[in-house]
């Protein structure tokens, strides 16, 4: 089956940057796309593409790719950036999400 | 503005078929390019992509639950609606209704989010 593996947690120091990886054989042939979800709420799309925000997405969330493997670096990390990560891409007929990456903001 | 809106029983049985419908509005899924799809996510766990129905009626499903899954619309109602047979207590979960932007060098983009509709499964 399809499958995009992201580790389950990764901790920043306020104001430092991190980066949330994610692996798996799709992402040779499609970019990943990035959503964050904040308890109780709904995820919200925060990358996808090249390295493309959507509106309204601060300029601190950047992305990457290479091979088999798709990152999301937040540069100087906020609070509110406090939040689980998922990274979602297609997979022939499928479209799979990773497992999550819950970001702790120390 | 860009809204969706999920509804349906909060409870089923085990063996039960659920529907739910996601009402929309904001744009028009007649519009090239644009999709609805549902996305569930079982309590404290990771989301899952279920089906998703695309402008011209094409639709695709999860490889791992086709055959329990329907996904239709009615486009002059703003409206799509999921079923799923034959639900199980593992089905138990918040469904999301997702507005999704079509892309084919960046695959789908679920860039609005209903609230989602939380499902119990239990007898």
């Known amino acids: 089956s399809s499958e995009l593996t992201q580790d389950p947690a990764v901790s920043v120091a306020l104001g430092q940057t991190v980066r949330i990886t994610c692996q798996g054989d799709s992402l040779r042939n499609y970019y990943a796309a990035w959503y964050q979800q904040k308890p109780g709420q709904a995820p919200v799309l925060v990358l996808y593409?090249?390295?493309v925000r959507p509106s309204g997405i601060p300029g601190r969330f950047s992305g990457s790719s290479s091979g088999n493997t798709a990152s999301l670096t937040i540069t100087g990390a906020q609070a509110e950036d406090e939040a689980d990560y998922y990274c979602n891409s297609r997979d022939r007929s499928d479209n799979p999400f990773g497992g999550g990456t819950r970001l702790t903001v120390l | 503005q860009i809204t969706l809106r999920e509804s349906g029983p909060t409870v089923v049985k085990p063996t039960q078929t659920l529907t739910l419908t996601c009402d929309f509005s904001?744009?028009?899924?007649?519009?090239?390019?644009?999709?609805v799809g549902w996305i569930r996510q079982p309590p404290g766990e990771a989301l899952e992509w279920l089906a998703i129905i695309f402008w011209d009626d094409d639709r695709r499903y999860s490889p791992s639950l086709k055959g329990r899954l329907t996904i239709t619309k009615d486009a002059s109602k703003d409206q799509v609606v999921l079923t799923m047979t034959n639900m199980d207590p593992v089905d138990t979960g918040t469904y999301y209704c997702?507005?999704?932007?079509?892309?084919?060098?960046?695959?789908?983009?679920?860039?609005?989010w209903g609230r989602g509709a939380l499902v119990t499964v239990s007898s």
């Open positions: 997702v507005h999704t932007v079509v892309s084919t060098t960046e695959g789908y983009l679920f860039d609005h």
């Open positions: 593409g090249k390295n």
């Open positions: 904001g744009f028009s899924l007649s519009s090239r390019g644009v999709a």
